[in-house]
């Protein structure tokens, strides 16, 4: 089952066609229909909250000819305690894919076991693997290349995760500056620098800052992390992106954020309204053509595109 879970061990042709692919979908869009999810249903399970991610899959998949249906956990029996695989296991009898968005990876992994249909992680604790592809669209389209210098200012979460496996897989030059206690994974450091990426971990944002081309963050306190907001308020104060970093950037120097933004902590209000941040809105809108290429990977295997 072509399932798309995570960029982990993809290879990088598989990563650089989903970026042609989304690419001729986002030029042909609305004339180059390639209506092969025809007749197909796709369920959108969502166990916290989306605006992107909703909205770019359930457009992608109509705009593919299918038909998405949005599940919630309080409107469904999800919500009740129902177990994962017997969701799974109705959910591929009756649709033909599945879009999951949930806590922990188990639960992904569990979804994509019983259901015996293709399932894409539409976000976990873990990883946040479509994000990464909208990512890597917008910096080639802003900067023409994806081999540029790349900073990540903040939590070592999830975004970051998907990050590092992008990093790996094309062999990119990325360094985060994390507190103490917020780094990510190390073996997933260890498995980047491994597959040949040039990846840093510091403490102090003007260090990554330092000649990069792409500066990215993302909110202190994620998803499910709710009742750590104050201890990670006080442990992130001063990891913002703000005009003083950029400073230490390259001249051509672009600000990522993958959404919702907390003005003011991870990143000022100048740079996310200001030219610095005009990018974070073509990244937003990225998740559509960039679903539409995922959706295609996980259906038929490949990503040509229309
Ligand atoms: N970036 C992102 O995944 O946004 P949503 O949580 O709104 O889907
Ligand atoms: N790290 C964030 C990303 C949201 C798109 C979260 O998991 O809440």
Not at 1 to 15: E, Q, W
Request: charged share 20%; net charge negative.
């Amino acid at each position: 089952m072509p399932h798309f879970l995570t960029l982990g061990g993809l290879p990088a042709a598989t990563l650089t066609s989903l970026l042609d692919a989304s690419a001729a979908y986002k030029r042909g869009r609305p004339h180059a229909p390639a209506p092969w999810l025809q007749g197909k249903t796709v369920a959108v399970v969502l166990e916290k909250a989306s605006t992107r991610t909703r909205v770019g899959f359930e457009v992608a998949i109509n705009e593919l000819g299918g038909h998405p249906i949005v599940l919630s956990t309080s409107g469904s029996q999800l919500g009740r305690g129902e177990p994962v695989e017997d969701t799974a296991r109705v959910l591929g009898r009756m649709c033909h894919g599945i879009v999951y968005r949930t806590f922990g990876d188990e639960r992904l992994q569990r979804m994509a076991s019983a259901s015996g249909v293709p399932v894409v992680n539409a976000l976990t604790d873990r990883e946040h693997p479509c994000q990464i592809i909208a990512d890597l669209l917008t910096v080639r389209e802003r900067l023409g290349t994806i081999d540029v210098r790349y900073a990540w200012i903040g939590d070592g979460n999830n975004v970051a995760v998907s990050w590092l496996h992008a990093a790996a897989a094309l062999g990119l030059t990325f360094t985060l500056a994390c507190p103490e206690g917020y780094h990510p994974d190390p073996d997933v450091v260890a498995d980047a620098r491994a597959a040949g990426a040039a990846v840093n971990v510091v403490a102090d944002p003007v260090d990554a800052a330092k000649g990069a081309d792409v500066i990215m963050t993302d909110v202190w306190a994620s998803m499910g992390q709710e009742e750590e907001a104050r201890t990670r308020a006080d442990a992130f104060a001063g990891y913002i992106v703000d005009d003083g970093l950029f400073v230490h950037a390259s001249g051509r120097a672009i600000a990522l954020h993958c959404l919702p933004a907390h003005r003011g902590e991870e990143i000022a209000a100048t740079v996310i309204d200001g030219p610095r941040g005009l990018a974070i809105w073509d990244q937003a809108e990225n998740r559509l053509h960039t679903h539409k290429a995922i959706l295609e990977l996980a259906f038929t295997g490949r990503a040509h595109g229309p």
